[in-house]
Every structure is written in C-alpha cells, then in structure tokens.
C-alpha cells in the first residue's frame, strides 16, 4: 500500500467547509475512500438471484449483488461456499466446466451477459480474469501481452506501443523491458501474476475478476499486486476472492461475505451471500452474527 | 536385480545388433568405397558389372516416407486436437483404445490392402491414373494411415499433459477453443509432438512389408509419386529372401544398407532431441 493519503482523501478534507460540525470519523489503518463511496455502487455489473449448479448440486444460491465502477469488491467467506464459482459465472467461464449451469441473472451495463445471442468470448474479452496460480503461456513475456489483442483481432496501430502500455499499468515494465523476447517462465512468481494482470489489461477489458491473485505469492509480491489493485481501480472495476481477511480490509471498497449452509433433505452445502456493504461496515459493525463471528474467529 | 539385469541385456543386445552389421558391413565397404555407395546413382548388386550405388534407394524410401508423413501429420495431429480439446471425456475414453487398436494390425494386412485396393482399385481403375502394378504413392498413403494412430495417440498424450490453467487464461482473454488449440496448447505440448512425429517418421523409414508388396522390386531413381520405386527395407526384404552365400559381396550389401538404416533413424533421433531439447517448456 501507499503510505501517502491517497488524493481523494485530501480533496475531501479540502472541500470540506470549516464551519461545518467536523463528524468524528473511525480512521482505518489504510486510506480507504469510504468517505466519498456512494451509499449504492455506480453499477458495472449485477447479479440478481444467481444460482449456480454442477449438475445436481447446487454450489451457491440467491445471490444479489452490484458491483460498481472504480470500485474493489472483495468475496470473502470461508473455503467451499462458492465464492470461486460465483466469479466464474461473472465472466462465463464456469461454460468451460462441464455440467455448470448458471441461472438468475448476471449483468453487464444492464444487458444479461447469459442472454441468447451472447457470444461468451466477447463476454470474456469485456471482462478479464486472473487466476489464483499464476498462468502465463509458454511464450516470450512479450507475446503473452500480445496474444489477447491478437486473438480478439485488435489492430493496434503499434502493437509495441500496447505491450509496453499495458506493461506499465501493471507496474511490470521497468523490470522486464529488456528482456521482453525471453520466456515468460523465466520470470518470479509475483512477476508472472502482474504479467497477467498485464496480459488482461491488453485487451482493455471493463471489469477485472481475481481468484486469489496473491494466493500464491510471498507478502512482498502481495503488496505489489496490491498496490497495484489500487491503481487500476482508477479505470476498472475490480472483484476479487480473497481467503485473507486483512487483504479485504486493505484494499476493498466493499465487501460480500459468503458462508456454506446444509440445504435441507440432502446433506449438500449450498453457498449463499450472508452480508455485503462496504467494508468499514463489514469489519467494524456487521449486522449479522456470521459476519462477526467469522471476522473476529479469524483475527483471533 | 532382475531389473538391471533386464537393463543390461538390453544394452548387450544393441551392442551385439550394431556390431553383426557393423562387420560384414567393413568387408562390404573393402570391396565397394563409401563414396561410390552412398552417392551411386546405380544399383545392381546382382548384375555381371555390379555396382553398389544406394541413391535410388533411398529416393524411394524418401518418396514414400513423404508421402506417408504428409498423410499422417495433418491426420494424426488433427485427431489429436480433436480428441484433446474437443471430444468429450468420455467419448475420448472410447476412441483412445481404438485408435491404439488400429495402430496394432499387422502391416502385412496394410500391405496387400496398398497393393490391392489403394494402387489396383483407387489410383488404376477409379482415378485411371497413369500407374504400373506398383507406386511409392499406393505405399505412402497406406503408410501413413498406419501411422496415423502412432502420432494422434502420443501427440494427444502430450497435449493433455498441458494444464488447464493455460487453456482457461486464453479463454479468459477472448480466445475460441481453436485459438487455444493453436496458439497455447499446441506449442505448450510442441515436445511431445515432435517426438510423436519423429517416432512416425522413424516407423516411416522402417517400414518394409508395406513398400515390399507394394511399391515395387526395382531400384531406380524415383522421380514420381506414380513410379514404382525399392527402397531400402525393400531391398533387404528381397535379398534375404534370396539365397546369397554367407560372406558373398551381396551378403553384405545387405548390412550395409542396413547400417544406413540405422544410421539415418538415429540421426533422425538424434536432430529431434536436439530440437525438442531447445523447445522444452517446464510448466
Ligand atoms: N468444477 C466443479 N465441479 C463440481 N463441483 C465443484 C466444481 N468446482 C467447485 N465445486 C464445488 O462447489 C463448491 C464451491 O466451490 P468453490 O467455488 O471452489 O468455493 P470457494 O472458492 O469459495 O472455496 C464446493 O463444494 C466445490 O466442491
Ligand atoms: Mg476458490
């Protein structure tokens, strides 16, 4: 993270008239732009009584949801109650599985992304993912930085210019710019999750869907790709799977929080939302039970 | 125990293969120069004035090894693709074990099937191609249908071992399943595929009931793919049918062509590990 305020936070204050009775506000340990987060999100996407089965089990139900413009959305909760196939279905990759089957409704800018007529490649090109492991191809970096533009036949005016951009805006460049042509397996593994970080922003997706990006990573790594969240919330809106609570509280703007429950008649786990708001809410005054007990079970 | 020495006795008996040609091979090559045999343009081992030229030989083992490989790779690597990326897993269950079913019919049974029915029926009497009895092209298109399940079953083995992880990355970018194919998988498993292919051509190369029965008894230079043509393993499949003396100069043609065999499959072998050595990728 930054250690300075982030601009926001001090356009805020500045604006701010001075007669006005000063609120006493609960000061995070990180910056967060709670202050200025609407009370409903500026909506990219939505889902609305989402519910997604492998075949006969039913991995999570009911889901509402609205995920907003600039803004992170973290998916909390513990291991096993769907959040993984909940991200998934936002970006049709859950077609690739076998017996997967969303129904409900997911949005992008209104339009049902599951609609017919909806080619699940351009639903994917609008909305990027990264992994929990990072996967880059068996190529040079540049190339998998190059490979998305090229698949969905983008005609930069100067492919070279894209890359480096692309590069760039996921804090990347300065450490590889001169070794672009060598494989990208070459690369530590906090570097090969910020190429494909990279590798999504090429194709200039809206939204960006991360499954534990930093899973896999040392705490360092971490701090990068978190910074590096920050940055791009500038430009996309951002969801993300986290196991690790404090990263939630870190970097997310608001928060779902998830649990598995047995259904009843099968002894099945359904995973269902318990909770979402913004993330102050979450961790400091969750209105339900669950929340809490899973919030302080784990910080001890 | 067992074990090494099952090892051991490989090694012996490769050892032992290389020296029984590498002997009567020296006494062919005290009669006959290297030279006049490997760039001889005539071949006539039995003749009065004998001459041991092994080029047109091996224009026909080229011809049909061509031909076979230009049938077998779009195939093979077509069905690979096919039962890798997009048959469903349980119809691949069924299509694997044929197609290593396939891959066990004796080449004998491929062998009349060229002569007969590809060169007589296919090539003569339909397509009233202007053909003799035999062609390197009746024996390479057969050829390469036998290898056909040789290079899909080791070149699907290879693509499957590509992870996951790649294939969902690539679609999460906007790629269809056939840009996946291509341009991830493909490369991914590109190891595994050259060797699938280099095991084809080396089968190719060594192949000899096929080209025996059906591409013809008479060593000259092919220039076509309707030509009749003998090739190398033709050649050592007639002769020792024959009744050459032990020790005769024929005799040891025969191990000097076949050294050449030998020679050139482990060059083959040898190129290939060199390539897919530089075009590893760990993942
Ligand atoms: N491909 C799949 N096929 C069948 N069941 C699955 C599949 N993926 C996940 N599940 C099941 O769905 C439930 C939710 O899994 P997942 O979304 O991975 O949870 P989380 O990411 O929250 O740990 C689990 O019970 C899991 O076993
Ligand atoms: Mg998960």
Redesign the interface.
């Known amino acids: 993270m930054s250690a300075q305020p982030s601009p926001e936070v001090t356009t805020h204050q500045e604006v701010t008239p001075p007669h006005e009775p000063q609120e006493v506000h609960f000061e995070p340990a990180h910056p967060t732009r709670d202050d200025q987060l609407p009370d409903t999100p500026d909506a990219v996407m939505a889902c609305k009584n989402v519910d997604v089965r492998y075949g006969d089990f039913r991995a999570v139900t009911g889901v509402n949801l609205i995920f907003g413009y600039n803004e992170i959305t973290a998916l909390i909760g513990p291991s096993g109650c769907g959040k993984s196939t909940l991200l998934r279905s936002l970006?049709r990759?859950n077609d690739?599985i076998?017996g997967a089957r969303v129904t409900g409704e997911v949005t992008l800018h209104g339009q049902d992304i599951y609609a017919r007529g909806i080619d699940p490649?351009?639903v994917?090109?609008r909305i990027?993912?990264v992994?929990q492991?990072p996967?880059?191809?068996?190529?040079s970096i540049y190339d998998n930085v190059a490979?998305?533009p090229r698949?969905?036949g983008m005609k930069p005016s100067n492919m070279d210019d894209l890359v480096e951009e692309a590069l760039t805006q996921a804090a990347l460049w300065t450490e590889v710019k001169d070794k672009l042509k060598q494989?990208a397996?070459g690369l530590s593994g906090g570097q090969q999750q910020r190429l494909?970080i990279a590798?999504?922003i090429a194709?200039r997706p809206e939204v960006i869907l991360m499954d534990e990006p930093c899973s896999a990573l040392d705490p360092i790594a971490t701090g990068r790709i978190e910074d590096l969240m920050e940055e791009l919330r500038q430009v996309y809106a951002i969801v993300i799977v986290t196991h690790n609570m404090q990263q939630a509280a870190r970097v997310a703007d608001r928060t779902a929080f998830f649990t598995a429950l047995a259904a009843e008649g099968t002894g099945d786990r359904t995973g269902m939302l318990v909770e979402y708001d913004k993330t102050t809410k979450i961790f400091e005054n969750p209105s339900d039970k669950r929340t809490e007990d899973y919030i302080s079970g784990r910080f001890g | 125990m067992a074990l090494r020495l099952a090892a051991w006795l490989t090694i012996a008996i490769t050892v032992g293969i290389v020296i029984a040609l590498i002997i009567p091979s020296l006494e062919f090559f005290a009669q006959v120069s290297i030279r006049d045999f490997l760039f001889g343009t005539r071949w006539a081992p039995r003749f009065a004035d004998a001459s041991f030229g092994v080029i047109p030989l091996i224009t026909a083992t080229f011809w049909t090894t061509a031909i076979a490989l230009i049938t077998a790779v779009p195939l093979g690597l077509g069905s690979a693709v096919l039962l890798s990326e997009y048959a469903?897993?349980r119809l691949r269950q069924v299509l694997k074990p044929i197609l290593e079913i396939l891959a066990g019919v004796p080449t004998v049974v491929y062998g009349l099937f060229a002569l007969a029915f590809v060169q007589g029926t296919v090539l003569r009497d339909w397509l009233h191609l202007p053909t003799g009895s035999f062609s390197v092209l009746a024996a390479g298109l057969v050829m390469g249908v036998m290898i056909v399940p040789t290079v899909a079953s080791l070149s699907e083995d290879a693509m499957s071992a590509v992870?996951n992880?790649?294939?969902?990355?690539?679609?999460?970018?906007?790629?269809?399943r056939m840009?996946t194919s291509l341009?991830?998988v493909f490369?991914?498993a590109l190891s595994g595929i050259v060797a699938a292919i280099v095991l084809g051509v080396s089968r190719a190369v060594g192949e000899t009931m096929i080209v025996a029965i059906a591409a013809g008894g008479q060593a000259r230079i092919v220039t076509g793919a309707l030509e009749q043509g003998q090739t190398m393993t033709g050649f050592i499949a007639n002769a020792a049918l024959g009744d050459s003396r032990v020790g005769s100069i024929e005799y040891n043609t025969l191990f000097a062509v076949g050294l050449l065999l030998f020679t050139i499959t482990l060059l083959i072998n040898f190129i290939s590990i060199r390539f897919v050595r530089r075009f590893r990728?760990?993942?």
């Open positions: 970006n990759m690739l076998l490649i351009e994917r090109r990027g993912m992994f492991k996967n880059p191809f068996p190529k490979y998305g698949v969905i494989s397996f494909c590798r999504t194709v | 469903h897993p992870p992880s790649m294939r969902q990355g690539s679609a999460a970018l906007g790629a269809n840009q341009r991830v490369p991914a990728e760990a993942y």
